[in-house]
């Protein structure tokens, strides 16, 4: 069995001397999320919008140390000034994790528009965006965005495909019954 | 309580005399001016944009170097845009981090429209309750004098609003080339061997 993505991810970010990892909240970056927290070498820092993942990267690398920031696609479009005014016009290095919805198996017709803009919308900032689907794909992908992000001081999203971490299920993962209104 | 309120520029240039080696990240317009007046020098970051980001990039050098002290110098309008990173800042307890705003209650840039700060938000009080230590807000000298006796003895982060006068400051202007701004405050906090090659 290929090593769970969010296994490889922290090896990584071990591998590669991320000291710093930003977050808002997914379920799918709950493993990952957990394994920093355990991890005395890195800082993990809850945030309150994605936006402050920019600032906080940028400011490490003012600080001469590399970070990541994680996030749900959903909080892709907190961060598109913070990218475009600061990591493009400083060529800071940026490398972002981002968990899809929205997209393959969605349940939630709210969370369509944003998962369906989120390439799209980072590609037009000049981000370099990996859409991945697999285990073997998303550990290649972290390790090659890593490179690109601190060697050549590129902006980089992965995003990670539903079909990879499965499409959340009301019923199943939320509550133990559930009643529907307004019928 | 006086009526007038302190001068900027006069408020920024007592401060500096205190910065010691403090890093400082300027949040952008007024302060951005203000920094570069009072105190230009390669460990100054100018933020030239991205507004509501100053706060959080302060942070993240506070957390890269924990010995030095870190000072995020801005405006209400970008703290308030960035407000909840008091509460990220509060989490992280970073105890070489100091913010500093210079509250003129108005955006400085746009045509001085009023912020919520002219309308009774109150930013201390919102740093305090998102859990700062040290959070205060200063009106006249007596005040400043305080926040510079905090600065050395009371816990960090600290957060201080200080209520200045809400004049245009002399535009004094850095570069302009971000790529520059960053590379020579990497050069001077890092060396320049640290700076300029990836290890």
Known sequence: MAEPWTTAAHRLFKQHNIRTVGYVPDAGLTELIKSCHADNDIKSVVMTTEEEGIGLSSGAWLGGEKAAVLMQSSGVGNTVNAIASIVSSCQFPLFMIVTMRGQYGESNPWQMPMGQAVAPVLKSLGMHVFEVETDDEAAEAIEAGLKMAFVSNAAVAILIGQKLIGAKSFIADVAEEVINVDN | ?199
């Not at chain 2, 920024?12 to 317009?29: D, P, Q, S, Y």
């Not at chain 2, 970051?45 to 959080?56: D, H, K, L, R, V």
């Not at chain 2, 970073?94 to 509250?103: A, E, F, H, S, T």
């Not at chain 2, 816990?155 to 200080?162: D, M, Y």
Request: net charge neutral; charged share 15%.
């Open chain 2, 1 to 199: 309580m006086s009526t007038t309120k302190l001068n900027r520029g006069d408020v920024l240039n007592k401060l500096m005399e205190v910065r010691g080696n403090a890093l400082a990240i300027a949040g952008l317009g007024s302060p951005v001016w203000d920094l570069a007046a009072s105190d230009h020098q390669p460990e100054n970051f100018y933020n030239w944009g991205g507004m509501g980001c100053a706060i959080s990039m302060g942070l993240g050098c506070a957390l890269a170097q924990p010995k030095r002290h870190v000072w995020v110098i801005t405006g209400d309008g970008e703290a308030l845009m960035g407000v909840g990173s008091f509460a990220t800042v509060a989490n992280q307890r970073p105890d070489n981090l100091v913010i500093i705003i210079l509250d003129n209650e108005h955006y400085g840039e746009t045509g001085m429209q009023k912020t919520h700060t002219s309308g009774g938000t109150d930013l201390a009080a919102m740093a305090a309750g998102a859990g700062i230590p040290t959070t205060m807000t200063v009106h006249n000298d007596e005040d400043l004098n305080k926040l510079i006796n905090a600065l050395k003895t009371s816990p960090l982060p600290l957060v201080a609003s200080i209520k200045v006068e809400n004049t245009k400051p002399k535009l004094v202007l850095p570069s302009r080339d971000g790529v520059y701004i960053k590379t020579r405050f990497r050069q001077a906090v890092l060396g320049s061997t640290a700076a300029l090659h990836v290890t």
